[in-house]
């Protein structure tokens, strides 16, 4: 038992009923609530009115008592737009009196008014409330500014400014555990409080101490003096924002939006911005730190335990963002460093940017940050990113970034130039692929690096023709767009060059071949093309992506490659979207398939957003294309784009993020395929590591594509703050591939989102 504990009063309800008949005149019924460290009795008489007869902790001066019953009279008498309970004196006219118990200890007892409501903890945080939440704070801090109390120039340990006090509990915690709220103790103590105002505050806003009005819409009181003291002003915020954002999805944007209404009431100085994320972290640590102290005198409390998780989870989930995310999202949300509109931006994009452009999303988002799976828009709100495949190793991973601005800061020049960063990345690169693919050309995109890639492949064979998979899409280039169904045969495209055979998607789901055989089967279409017509290339993504996030069924490629081969062609197994260890269960995903192309593409993902592209090749077809025309590329290869390329692979190394991609793949593809079971619009679930889909149909026997409704779910997710989107060529594909930091928990999230928005 702790000690302030161990001097809680413990009067009976019979007791209550007594002191409340002899002190006060009133015949009362009385029922014990819940306090910690005093005695309170919600109390009612005959008329039914309703009274708390408070009892404090002997420890408690009664100088601490007036405090709190001056401060409620300030704050009865101030605009709060809040009902706060009236002090009832006794019979003899005092609002604190000392009664005994039976054991003969004297405590002081008051009697206030009971104020109906339930708990903020108990009830939905929607805008409105945590408006209402943030105008009342900004309101009780106006109205007590002018206050003052001898006893509020107290040291309460709760106080954010003695954090310090909470440092010795620290050896309580697990090593990983105590790395999380160390930081949060280091920043506090960091602060520069002569720069915050001080007032005397409430101290102790906790979401059971907030009461909310019957249809949780408005704040109606904030309960519990008990902590007041003189400190911060801002505190009093910061303390309230910790509770906000326990158990919130978005716990950044949920105090955001308390800050901003906060500020509008009682406007914030920058400084008082600045320190809110620093306060209220402050504020879970303490509250963490006293809870394993607590916990190790009763460990037996399984309401310790019970209170404590949500602050746990609460700093991990925190623990995530990079320093400053919080502060910068409160700013703006506090009218600081405004962003344009997104309307002023919509305008200027449609003035000055090429047309042929779509933009996602029917409210398009204007997003300003990004961290691992996360990206910022800018009002504030986070949203879990399930398409970038881009940024790959998480966005604005720390190494990759300080590996690229180091390298900017020190030299930039091209490949005609020996460089250590170029001869370690073409050795780092080829060492993840099998031994004939051991020649590199840098480059600066996907297109590139297909673009390339065929005229590889004419200079080897000395044809032109190209196989493609109906639906493909290789690239922007004029020479790719010939090799590019989903361009061609798409809105605006010329149909197809008379150089280029289209073979069927192999598609187990709504093709042709549905059976075990399908790999082979599939594999004919592309022998009797390559028969009919040898071709230079056949060019095929290891998993189709724009066709649908569809996987090769077994033995396709091997069958494919064979045949072609055997026809004199060369085999490019485009990787642009699913290399680098996104098959979970390979680097490569042509690795699933067995087989080992002549030429891979690689782009998207291979510099984390960095321009970048390869093309690597065997030494057979490099000799074929080195004719004596040269090849350069101005910026393919360059110092600082092959720094970001070791770090993105060092990085995918030391994480282990191609294990993650399987185990968080393996993991979200069951929870796809039981919203399936649930949902019978999912017509087929299918993926590979972190590469996924699923395909709506609005009936699972005529597959008839439900292209509307993926549309719809995407927009709905989108508003529930999960980044989706749709491909394939009846648009009803919903694709996943996130960056392959995304974990167990944020597939619990999106499978979660998906089963709330299909339900309706
Ligand atoms: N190949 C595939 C499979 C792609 O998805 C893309 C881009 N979507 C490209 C090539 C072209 O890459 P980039 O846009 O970097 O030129």
Redesign the pocket.
């Known amino acids: 038992m702790t000690p302030v504990v161990q001097h809680a009063p413990a009067f009976t309800p019979e007791e209550a009923i007594r002191i409340a008949a002899g002190y006060y005149g009133l015949a009362v019924s009385a029922t014990p609530l819940p306090s910690e460290r005093d005695q309170n009795f919600r109390l009612r008489d005959t008329s039914g009115a309703q009274f708390v007869l408070k009892i404090a902790n002997s420890e408690e001066a009664l100088e601490i008592l007036d405090l709190q019953n001056k401060a409620l009279g300030v704050l009865g008498a101030a605009d709060t737009g809040l009902v706060w309970p009236r002090i009832v004196r006794t019979l003899s006219g005092n609002p604190v009196v000392p009664v005994g118990e039976a054991g003969g200890q004297a405590y002081f007892v008051r009697m206030l008014t009971w104020v109906d409501g339930v708990c903020f903890a108990n009830v939905q945080h929607r805008a409105a409330l945590l408006a209402s939440l943030g105008c009342a704070l900004g309101k009780v801090d106006r109205a007590l500014m002018g206050f003052s109390h001898p006893a509020a120039n107290r040291k309460l340990y709760w106080d954010l400014r003695h954090a310090s006090l909470a440092r010795p509990h620290l050896a309580l915690l697990a090593d990983r555990r105590r790395a999380q709220v160390e930081p949060l103790l280091d920043a506090v103590e960091a602060l520069n409080w002569s720069a915050l105002p001080q007032s005397v505050i409430h101290g102790d806003a906790n979401d059971y101490n907030i009461l909310v009005d019957e249809a949780g819409a408005q704040v109606a009181t904030i309960l519990d003096l008990g902590d007041m003291v003189r400190t911060a002003t801002v505190c009093n915020l910061a303390i309230a924002l910790a509770y906000v954002m326990l158990g919130e999805q978005d716990p950044i944007a949920a105090a955001a939006q308390v800050a901003a209404a906060y500020h509008r009431e009682r406007p914030l100085s920058d400084a008082e911005i600045d320190a809110l994320d620093t306060l209220a972290g402050a504020r879970l640590a303490m509250s963490v730190c006293y809870c394993a102290w607590q916990l190790r005198h009763a460990p037996e409390n399984e309401y310790l335990n019970i209170s404590n998780r949500p602050a746990w989870q609460l700093i991990e989930k925190l623990a995530v963002f990079p320093s400053g995310w919080a502060r910068d999202v409160f700013r703006r949300a506090c009218g600081l460093d405004a962003p344009p509109t997104p309307g002023a931006l919509l305008v200027s994009r449609r003035k000055h940017l090429g047309p042929s452009l779509s933009i996602s999303y029917r409210e398009p988002l204007h997003i300003i940050r990004g961290w691992r799976q996360y990206l910022c828009d800018s009002g504030g709100r986070a949203y879990l990113d399930c398409v970038n495949n881009v940024a790959h190793v998480g966005h604005c991973h720390p190494r990759v970034a300080r590996a690229a601005s180091e390298q900017m800061a020190l030299l930039n020049t091209n490949t005609r130039y020996l460089h250590e960063h170029l001869s370690a990345y073409l050795e780092r690169l080829t060492a993840t692929l099998p031994g004939p693919l051991s020649v590199v050309y840098l480059v600066c995109?996907?297109?590139?690096a297909?673009e390339l890639a065929l005229r590889l492949a004419r200079a080897h064979t000395g044809r032109e023709g190209v196989i493609v998979v109906e639906t493909a899409?290789?690239?922007?280039t004029n020479a790719l767009i010939d090799i590019s169904p989903y361009k061609f045969d798409g809105p605006g495209g010329r149909g197809r060059p008379a150089h280029v055979t289209v073979v069927p998607m192999p598609d187990v789901y709504r093709g042709r071949h549905r059976k075990a055989d399908s790999g082979a089967r599939y594999a004919e279409y592309v022998a009797s093309a390559a028969m009919a017509a040898p071709p230079a290339a056949f060019f095929c993504?290891s998993a189709l992506?724009?066709a649908g996030q569809v996987m090769l069924p077994a033995g396709y490629l091997r069958n494919a490659y064979d045949a072609v081969r055997a026809a004199g062609g060369v085999c490019v197994a485009?990787e642009?979207?699913t290399g680098f260890g996104r098959a979970g269960s390979h680097f490569w995903m042509f690795e699933t398939q067995g087989v080992v192309p002549d030429i891979v593409t690689l782009?998207?993902p291979i510099g984390n957003g960095h321009p970048m592209?390869a093309v690597i090749t065997t030494p057979e077809i490099a000799a074929s294309f080195a004719n004596g025309m040269e090849y350069f590329n101005t910026f393919g290869g360059n110092p600082v784009s092959c720094a970001v390329g070791l770090a993105v692979l060092d990085v995918i190394r030391d994480e282990g993020l191609q294990e993650n991609a399987r185990d968080a793949g393996e993991y979200l593809l069951k929870g796809l395929k039981d919203l399936a079971g649930r949902h019978p619009l999912i017509g087929d679930v299918r993926a590979q590591g972190l590469f996924l889909g699923f395909e709506l149909v609005r009936d699972r026997e005529t597959l008839e594509p439900a292209a509307d409704e993926a549309s719809e779910i995407v927009n709905r997710m989108k508003e529930r703050g999960i980044l989706l989107s749709t491909d394939g060529p009846l648009h009803n594909v919903i694709k996943i591939k996130p960056p392959l930091v995304f974990g167990r928990a944020d597939a619990d999230l999106l499978v979660d989102g998906l089963d709330g928005v299909l339900r309706g």
């Open positions: 995109s996907g297109s590139e297909n899409y290789h690239g922007n993504e992506s724009c485009d642009v979207q782009g998207k592209g």
